[in-house]
T-cell receptor
Framework: GENVGLHLPTLSVQEGDNSIINCAYSNSASDYFIWYKQESGKGPQFIID?????DKRQGQRVTVLLNKTVKHLSLQIAATQPGDSAVYFC????????????FGKGTMLLVSP | NAGVTQTPKFQVLKTGQSMTLQCAQD?????MYWYRQDPGMGLRLIYY???????DKGEVPNGYNVSRLNKREFSLRLESAAPSQTSVYFC??????????????FGPGTRLTVL
């Protein structure tokens, strides 16, 4: 929503820079992780996912790193563009059985031209 | 293929009024979800439906009821709205079969204000 960014950590970068958004997850049993992007006034949109048997996964301009030892995820965006400005959420779940997604609080990314 | 649609987009209620938020998906997904999003709180799960005919409570179910009307539609009802229910509500769906997780696809949201 329009005011979802209130009280969120904010990362400000210049266009063309690389961005790194961090997320600490809470459940050591979680084995599947997703990054979502939410633009102002819109619903979250899937960016990339990773399972716990991997520590790195690459997409188009994005890379997710997983460190299970310290329960940490990061999303790296290469050559950040103004269109990347949004709130980014990580989400975790235990894939077996029927576990639901638990979302982090989000980080706002602001990209200046 | 519209994906996940929600109605209405905006709603203002008075305390004590009731209303139903509608959600429909045309992707033949098995699972559907209702979340609320408050500033600085991320997305919190209200209710979900793993498959047609089943519903389960999420993290914040109090004050809400849901109905999985058929495979396409999953509605959220506020019986007696309270100011604490002012929020943005998102519906989502996923193919989810068995133990293999699939990403969730989100609708555009309903912005609800309770006065």
């Amino acid at each position: 929503g329009e005011n979802v960014g209130l009280h969120l950590p904010t990362l400000s970068v210049q266009e063309g820079d690389n961005s790194i958004i961090n997320c600490a997850y809470s459940n050591s049993a979680s084995d599947y992780f997703i990054w979502y992007k939410q633009e102002s006034g819109k619903g979250p949109q899937f960016i990339i996912d990773i399972r716990s048997n991997m520590d790195k996964r690459q997409g188009q301009r994005v890379t997710v790193l997983l460190n299970k030892t310290v329960k940490h995820l990061s999303l790296q965006i290469a050559a950040t563009q103004p269109g990347d400005s949004a709130v980014y959420f990580c989400a975790e779940t235990v894939e077996s059985g029927y576990s639901t997604l638990t979302f982090g609080k989000g980080t706002m990314l602001l990209v200046s031209p | 293929n519209a994906g996940v649609t929600q109605t209405p987009k905006f709603q203002v209620l008075k305390t004590g009024q009731s209303m139903t938020l509608q959600c429909a998906q045309d992707m033949n997904h098995n699972s559907m979800y209702w979340y609320r999003q408050d500033p600085g709180m991320g997305l919190r799960l209200i209710y979900y439906s793993a498959s047609e005919g089943t519903t389960d409570k999420g993290e914040v179910p109090n004050g809400y009821n849901v109905s999985r009307l058929n495979k396409r539609e999953f509605s959220l009802r506020l019986e007696s709205a309270a100011p604490s229910q002012t929020s943005v509500y998102f519906c989502a769906s996923s193919p989810r079969r068995g133990s293999s997780y699939n990403e969730q696809f989100f609708g555009p949201g309903t912005r609800l204000t309770v006065l």
